[in-house]
């Protein structure tokens, strides 16, 4: 169940060529991610820009360590067809170089400037230019480093206490004394962040930041790891907590190609509703002792060939038997059930053909771009009919508890937005 969405202040990003994203109040959650190579490599940056672009982000941030990136970016904000955020550590000089540059928003954590005056001189520069800032208290960035006793009796309060405890009252002070420097300079264009690694504090972080501040939340589980561990962590998480109304902007982060953060991201908001989904649906069963043909092969080419093949938001279910599968594929527009070595394919609850395995994913890609054509030549609709094939009984003597709900034995749930 979603919660309504927790009501911000906006920033808005982007230019008349890029178009333009808004973060915040009603605006759709949207996604970001960063490039993994070199800014000052224009090229190579523009190329992963692009990946990303067609992955479906709509904010791409890059790093910029030296002059030569900040340099670079002139090139890029000529030609980059979504918004650019600057990241900036340390030298406030590179924040200024990319606001002269056309940045779309910096990054920027004012604990690692050590000059409040150049501090104030980035918030002054980003007011006349009318560009936000993403203000970060990431767990990495406001624990003492240098000092490791000091970090251990930080981290070791935090640990003791566990959860809830010192680390988030450590991110809530600094992003407090934070934003009294934008404030104090009539500031307010602001995202804020507040990531760690640990995925319970990042919901508790957000959690308690929306209950204080009103600015845009920028949703994030920072050094997550590898795809296969970062993916849980991130959804976990993030998916908690837009689930709660609470985010504006997420990215997930991965140590791995940047496209499978913006995959992720996308099909996390498309999960809960919160983007329409744009190309394929894939259904597939987890397969068991019923299965008779090789299913995960199967899924895999299918999804292969379809993601670059199919625009259309098609449902397509790929199951593995005829017992529990119809169940499970409905509501999908073309669908395959498989037994005995064969496949029974179906396109909108009609059956159209039974092949040898050896011929399915053939004759299944040759189904959904056949429908797909008769979608666009308006002869059919998306999600019109349904596969309603008659499965054996599912349910026995016991009754589908329908009888039970008519009788009132069934408590009335009342399913929010709905
Ligand atoms: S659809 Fe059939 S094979 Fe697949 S998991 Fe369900 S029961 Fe098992």
Redesign the pocket.
């Given at each position: 169940m979603t919660q309504e969405r927790r009501q911000t202040r906006t920033i808005t990003l982007g230019d008349d060529r890029t178009g333009r994203v808004t973060i915040g109040g009603d605006a759709p959650v949207s996604v970001q991610s960063m490039t993994s190579c070199y800014t000052h490599e224009i090229d190579t940056c523009l190329a992963e820009i692009e990946k990303l672009a067609a992955a479906g982000v709509d904010v791409v941030r890059v790093a910029v360590p030296e002059r030569k990136d900040t340099e670079a970016l002139v090139e890029i904000m000529k030609v980059t067809p979504v918004p650019i955020v600057a990241d900036v550590h340390f030298h406030y000089k590179r924040a200024l170089e990319a606001v002269a540059a056309g940045i779309h928003k910096i990054r920027l954590n004012p604990g690692n400037i050590k000059d409040r005056e150049q501090v104030n001189q980035v918030i002054d520069a980003c007011k006349e230019a009318g560009i936000p800032i993403r203000i970060g208290v990431n767990e990495g960035s406001i624990i003492e480093r240098r000092d490791k006793q000091k970090r251990q009796s930080e981290l070791g309060a935090y640990f003791e206490g566990h959860r809830s405890g010192h680390l988030l009252a450590i991110m809530i002070a600094k992003l407090e004394e934070y934003l009294e420097i934008f404030e104090a300079r009539d500031f307010h264009d602001v995202a804020i962040s507040a990531k760690s690694m640990d995925a319970r504090l990042v919901i508790d972080a957000y959690t308690e930041i929306s209950r204080r501040f009103d600015y845009p939340l920028h949703l994030g589980v920072t050094h997550a790891g590898t795809r296969e561990t970062g993916s849980i962590r991130s959804i976990a998480a993030l998916g908690t907590l837009l689930a709660n109304g609470i985010g504006d902007t997420l990215r997930i982060s991965y140590a791995s190609d940047p496209v499978y953060e913006v995959e992720d991201g996308v099909e996390l908001l498309c999960s809960l509703d919160m983007r329409e989904r744009k190309g394929i649906e894939l259904i597939a069963?987890?397969?068991?002792?019923?299965?008779?043909v090789d299913?995960f092969t199967l899924v895999e080419d299918v999804k292969k060939t379809l993601e670059t093949e199919i625009e259309l938001p098609i449902k397509v279910a790929v199951?593995?038997?005829?017992?529990?599968?119809p169940g499970?594929?409905e509501g999908a527009d073309v669908a395959v059930?498989?037994g005995d070595r064969r496949g029974i394919i179906y396109v909108q609850g009609e059956k159209v053909a039974n092949v040898p395995e050896a011929e399915i994913q053939e004759r299944l890609l040759a189904e959904c771009r056949a429908f797909e054509e008769r979608v666009r030549a308006g002869e059919a609709s998306l999600g019109q009919k349904v596969v309603d094939i008659v499965p054996p009984d599912p349910i026995g003597d016991l009754g589908s508890g329908v009888e039970k709900i008519r009788a009132g034995m069934v408590e009335k749930i009342t399913v929010e937005g709905e």
């Open positions: 069963c987890p397969t068991c002792g019923r299965i008779q299913l199951m593995g038997c005829i017992v529990n599968g499970e594929a059930f498989a």
